[in-house]
Nanobody, 123 residues
Framework: EVQLVESGGGLVQAGGSLTLSCVAS????????IGWFRQAPGNEREGVSC????????YYADSVKGRFTISRDNAKNTVYLQMNSLKSEDTAVYYC????????????????WGEGTLVTVSS
């Protein structure tokens, strides 16, 4: 059974940092495209960052470029999202998602989802 479990969310002041973790089980992380998505109240879910080991490509949404960094530890079957210089508009529930053949970092392309972890940035 494919499972994704996120952790690391919390309350942080604007300008601060957080690191999210997503532990995958039931599949080999290296065989999948995996990414982070977020959904703020009243907004649609959006792709934040995705990473593919197939071609080494990494995607970042324009709103997080230069501030967020995605990485993966295949030995631990874990993907991380380091978030720096956080802004109030980064407040959202952050989800980890995976898909073996995704070609974009769009929520509709992902089949497997975690339950999410809440990130709240206070201004």
């Amino acid at each position: 059974e494919v499972q994704l479990v996120e952790s690391g969310g919390g309350l942080v002041q604007a300008g601060g940092s957080l690191t999210l973790s997503c532990v995958a089980s039931g599949f080999i992380l290296d065989d999948y495209v995996i990414g982070w998505f977020r959904q703020a109240p009243g907004n649609e879910r959006e792709g934040v960052s995705c990473i593919s080991s197939r071609d080494g490509s990494i995607y970042y949404a324009d709103s997080v470029k230069g501030r967020f960094t995605i990485s993966r530890d295949n030995a631990k079957n874990t993907v991380y999202l380091q978030m720096n210089s956080l802004k109030s508009e980064d407040t959202a529930v952050y989800y980890c998602a995976a898909e073996p053949i995704a070609t974009t970092c769009e929520p509709d392309d992902m089949d497997y989802w975690g339950e999410g972890t809440l990130v709240t940035v206070s201004s």
